[in-house]
T-cell receptor, first 116, second 112 residues
Framework: DSGVTQTPKHLITATGQRVTLRCSPR?????VYWYQQSLDQGLQFLIQ???????AKGNILERFSAQQFPDLHSELNLSSLELGDSALYFC???????????????FGQGTRLTVV | AQSVSQHNHHVILSEAASLELGCNYS??????LFWYVQYPGQHLQLLLK??????LVKGIKGFEAEFIKSKFSFNLRKPSVQWSDTAEYFC??????????FGTGTSLTVIP
């Protein structure tokens, strides 16, 4: 168990709908990362938050947004869903933003999103 | 931004064969290096990591990796694979901005 919790584990929804994926980082971790994993594109970095602030953006569509709350949990909002958004969405956390701290990223179990 | 290249997309080996998976990252400077493993239906788990010091690092389940700074490489090795090593393997680089960059992954299938 990595200590990173993601809910829900599975989500099936229709095209055009909006969903929210939730992530609780490991206790003490301030950085949260979101990744999308699909068969054809591998593991794609979407966005990073550090202590409530957006820190970096990757290949995140404008239809997607995220935030990190004061209690450090994070939500990824996916709207106007398309069939191609079907994928496994992973959240990861790490201890912080200080290069002086050696750290790895710890991954949650993922949310499998199926858009029908 | 870094890019991470994993040269082997799909590797098929028989049990007891030796394994080497290639990983290169795009530019120098101070980095941390990782290999993660994803077993079927599971999340990514850390296999091993390099922060500093001895460039030959040992991880769990008999895996090891060697950091060669001059080649920007961090190849993963295992002398004798087992059926249970069947999984997807990801190389990752953490830069000084605390960003983690992942390769596209290598799918390893071990045939009993």
């Amino acid at each position: 168990d990595s200590g990173v919790t993601q809910t829900p584990k599975h989500l099936i929804t229709a095209t055009g709908q909006r969903v929210t994926l939730r992530c609780s980082p490991r206790s003490g971790d301030l950085s949260v990362y979101w990744y999308q994993q699909s068969l054809d594109q591998g593991l794609q970095f979407l966005i990073q938050y550090y202590n409530g602030e957006e820190r970096a953006k990757g290949n995140i569509l404008e239809r997607f947004s995220a935030q990190q709350f004061p209690d450090l949990h994070s939500e990824l909002n996916l709207s106007s869903l398309e069939l191609g958004d079907s994928a496994l969405y992973f959240c990861a956390s790490s201890v912080g933003d200080n290069w002086g701290v050696n750290t790895e990223a710890f991954f949650g179990q993922g949310t499998r999103l199926t858009v029908v | 931004a870094q890019s991470v290249s994993q040269h082997n997309h799909h590797v098929i080996l028989s049990e007891a064969a030796s394994l080497e998976l290639g990983c290169n990252y795009s530019y120098g400077g101070t980095v941390n290096l990782f290999w993660y493993v994803q077993y079927p239906g599971q999340h990514l788990q850390l296999l091993l990591k390099y922060f500093s010091g001895d460039p030959l690092v040992k991880g769990i389940k008999g895996f090891e990796a060697e950091f060669i700074k001059s080649k920007f490489s961090f190849n993963l090795r295992k002398p004798s694979v087992q059926w249970s090593d069947t999984a997807e393997y990801f190389c990752a680089v953490r830069d000084t901005g605390n960003q983690f960059y992942f390769g596209t992954g290598t799918s390893l299938t071990v045939i009993p």
